[in-house]
C-alpha cells in the first residue's frame, strides 16, 4: 500500500522565493521601473528547506508521497494585479517542479494559478496547461475568492468559470477548492476564512447543476469539508429542501472530502458519514497547525494517526490512503504505473 | 426536568407582519409618503399560526418551553435603513411579546435587533433595553454581519461593539450571534452564512481579548458552534500557535453551543469534544430544515431524539436540557422560579 498525502504545501520555500514576493508588491509601488524577476535559489537551499521538515516528516509518519503545491497562504490574489499574479504563480509553480525533479519519488505537482479580482478564469487556463503537459503535475488549487474574503466573484457554479473547467476535464486533472489569505479582518486565513470557503463551495455545488454541465468534473473540498460532515443531516435536508436530487448523486460524485481534521473524534465522524470512497488522505503537513496536541502527545496534523486508529478493514484504508487518489487523479496513477507503483 | 429549546424563530408569522416588511420596503422608493406601521393582527391569526406548528411539535416532541425570537432570515439589516430596520425590529419584538401573553408557559422572548450597515451598535442598546425591561425578554440575536454576507463591520472582538456588550452586562443578558440572510450570491442564507459566521466568530474570540474586557459576557453561538467543534483539534492548536490562553478558559467559560446539529453523528461528536456545561438544547424548529430524514423517519430538526439517544446519566441530560439554559440566562431562571418551577 501507498501513502498518498493529497494536501501538501510548500510552506518552507527558500527565502529568495518570498522575497521575489516582496519585490513584485514593491514594484506596484514604481512600475516604471523594471519587473522584477525570480531571485537564484541553489537546488541545496531547496533541499534544506525540505530535509528538515516535509521530507522529515514524511519519514517519521510513514507517508510515501506528497501531492505539492505552492503555499496556498501566499497566493494572496488579492494583491497586485494580473501580470504580478501570473509572475508569482510561475515562480511558484517553477519551484514545485525543480522540487519534485529533486525528490520525484516524493513529491508529485499541483499547481498555484494565476487568479486575480475581476479577471476572467479564461486567463488561468494557459498556466495549467503549461503546469499539466510541460511540468507534469496532475492538479490544481482553484481560488473561488481571489478578492481575499470579500468574496466578489460569483459562485462555483456560475457559467463565469466554466472555461477553466473545460480544461480542467480536458486534461483530465482535478482541482483543490483553496482559498488564500484573508484580507477582511473578520476572516482569520486558516481558522475561519478556509473553513468558511470549504462549506460554501459545497453548499453551491448543491445548489446548482454543475456535474450536470461537467459530469467528468472532479473537486476535492479540503480541511475535511470544512463543516459539512459534521452538519452532514443539515445538508442532507436542505438538498431534499431544495428539491435538489441526493447528495449522493447529485454532489458526491464529483466531490472529495480530504483528512486534514486535526483530531480523533473528526476523523471518526468523517468516515462515519462520508462514504469511505470520498475520502483522501490528506495532513495539510506542514501547514496550519504544527504544534503536538498535548491531549495525545502528537502532532495535531499527523492525521495518518488518526486513520490508523479507526476500526476499518485494511482494503478500505487503503481506499483512503492510495486508491481513491489513484482514481480521481488520473495522471498520478499513470505515473505511478510507469514507475511500477 | 424542563425542556428548554434555546433557539426557535416566529418563522410562521402572520401575513399581515410580513406584509408590513413589504410596505416598509415599498416606502424607501417613495420616503415622502408617510412611514408605514404594522397591520392589525388578531389573537387568533397568532394562534392560528402558532398551533398547527410550533405548539403542535412542542407538544409532539415534549419540550417545555421556547426561547423565542423573530424570524432571523427576515431580519435582514442590510435592507432599508437606520429607521426602516429601527420600526422593522420593534414590530417583530412586539409581535414576539404577544406570543408570549398569549402563551405564557410556552414561550419566552427573545429579541431582534435595530442593526444597519454603518450604523452605530449604540443605537442598538435602546431596543435591547425596552425587550428586557419592558417585555421581559430573555436575550437578543445579535448580527455579527448587517451587511448580508459581505462582512463590512469590525470583528465582534473590536470595540465597535463594547457599547452594546456594556448593556448586556448591565441587564445580564445573552446574546446568540445570529446572521440573517444574504444579499452575497456566494453565500446560502442557511447551508453556509449561518455556519460560516458561527465558525468565524468563535475565531473571533480566540484571535481577541474581549473577555479579559468583559468577564461576564455570555454568547451562544448557534447550529452546534458552525464547524468548531468538528475542527476542535485545529482551534485548539491555532490557539496554542497564536500564543492564546487554552480555549477552556480564553473561550469556553463565555460561550456556548446548541444542539442545532440534525443527524445522530453530529450530536454525538459535539457531546464528546465539547463540554456538557457549554452546551445548551436547541432545534430552530421551525426553521432551516424542515422535512424528515428518511434515513431515520424522523424529522431532522427533532433534536431531542439525538439527545435522548445519546449514552448520558439523566442528570448530564438535564444540563443540556434545563440547567445551563437557566446558568446562562439569569432572567430566565428568574422567571421560571417566579413560577415555582
Not at 486534514?260 to 468523517?270: E, K, M, N, T
Amino acid at each position: 500500500m501507498l501513502i498518498i498525502d493529497c494536501h501538501g504545501h510548500y510552506t518552507t520555500a527558500p527565502a529568495p522565493h518570498q522575497d521575489f514576493r516582496a519585490r513584485q508588491l514593491a514594484w506596484l509601488e514604481d512600475p516604471a521601473q523594471p519587473m522584477p524577476r525570480p531571485g537564484a535559489i541553489s537546488d541545496d537551499a531547496i533541499r534544506d528547506s525540505l530535509e528538515g521538515n516535509q521530507l522529515k516528516l514524511q519519514r517519521a509518519r510513514g507517508a510515501d508521497l506528497t501531492l505539492f503545491s505552492p503555499r496556498a497562504s501566499a497566493m494572496a490574489h488579492h494583491q497586485g494585479n494580473e501580470a504580478v499574479s501570473a509572475g508569482w504563480a510561475r515562480a511558484c509553480n517553477d519551484l514545485i517542479k525543480r522540487v519534485v525533479d529533486l525528490y520525484p519519488d516524493n513529491f508529485v505537482g499541483v499547481c498555484q494559478l494565476p487568479q486575480s479580482p475581476g479577471v476572467p478564469i479564461a486567463h488561468s487556463v494557459g498556466e495549467l496547461e503549461r503546469c499539466v503537459r510541460e511540468l507534469g503535475f496532475v492538479g490544481c488549487n482553484l481560488n473561488p475568492d481571489p478578492s481575499g474574503g470579500h468574496w466578489r466573484s460569483p459562485p462555483l457554479t456560475d457559467r463565469h468559470w466554466y472555461p477553466f473547467y473545460e480544461k480542467m476535464c480536458e486534461l483530465d486533472v482535478l482541482a483543490m477548492v483553496h482559498v488564500s489569505a484573508s484580507c477582511n479582518a473578520n476572516f482569520h486565513a486558516t481558522g475561519a476564512h478556509y473553513i468558511n470557503a470549504d462549506t460554501t463551495a459545497f453548499m453551491q455545488f448543491i445548489e446548482g447543476d454543475l456535474f450536470k454541465d461537467f459530469p467528468a468534473l472532479r473537486f476535492i473540498i479540503p480541511h475535511g469539508g470544512g463543516a459539512v460532515p459534521y452538519h452532514w443531516g443539515r445538508y442532507r435536508g436542505l438538498a431534499d429542501m431544495l428539491k435538489r436530487p441526493a447528495l449522493a448523486t447529485h454532489v458526491m460524485r464529483n466531490v472529495w472530502f480530504d483528512t486534514c481534521v486535526y483530531h480523533q473524534p473528526g476523523i471518526d465522524l468523517l468516515v462515519r458519514v462520508i462514504d469511505l470512497d470520498n475520502i483522501l488522505f490528506g495532513s495539510e503537513m506542514l501547514g496550519a497547525v504544527r504544534g503536538v496536541d498535548p491531549q495525545t502527545g502528537h502532532p495535531f496534523d499527523d492525521t495518518r494517526r488518526y486513520i490508523d486508529a479507526l476500526p476499518l478493514a485494511a482494503a478500505d484504508k487503503r481506499r483512503i490512503f492510495e486508491l481513491n487518489a489513484r482514481r480521481v487523479y488520473p495522471r498520478l496513477d499513470a505515473q505511478l504505473k510507469a514507475r511500477g507503483l
